[in-house]
């Protein structure tokens, strides 16, 4: 069974940087998709950045040249590091992990405030 856990987001001033993690367990050989998604009350779950295929990334327009996605294969780990963080970008950001094109599971979440 795939389990996720996230950490690293807490309370930054605007232009500030956070770095997320999320460890991945219970999984047999690569994903399909991992990356990170992030929600406000109210809006839908928006995609932040994922990896696809191990190599292929993509990010959502808003966080363009300011957020990174990384994977650490040896931790099992993937990160987001987070840069130039706006007011807006206060959500909270879910780890996913997908197995297939069809199944995947989502991480507990874990919120980010920008706010000064």
């Known amino acids: 069974q795939v389990q996720l856990v996230e950490s690293g987001g807490g309370l930054v001033q605007p232009g500030g940087s956070l770095r997320l993690s999320c460890v991945v367990s219970?999984?047999?050989?690569?994903?399909?998709?991992i990356g990170w998604y992030r929600q406000t009350p109210g809006s839908e779950r928006e995609m932040v950045a994922y990896?696809?295929?191990?190599?292929?990334?993509d990010y959502g327009d808003s966080v363009k040249g300011r957020f990174t996605i990384s994977l650490d294969n040896a931790k099992n780990t993937v990160f987001l590091q987070m840069n130039n963080l706006k007011p807006e970008d206060t959500a909270v950001y879910y780890c996913r992990y997908k197995i297939s094109s069809i199944y995947g599971v989502w991480g507990q979440g874990t919120q980010v405030t920008v706010a000064s």
């Open positions: 219970g999984t047999r050989g690569s994903p399909y998709l």
């Open positions: 990896i696809l295929g191990g190599s292929k990334t």
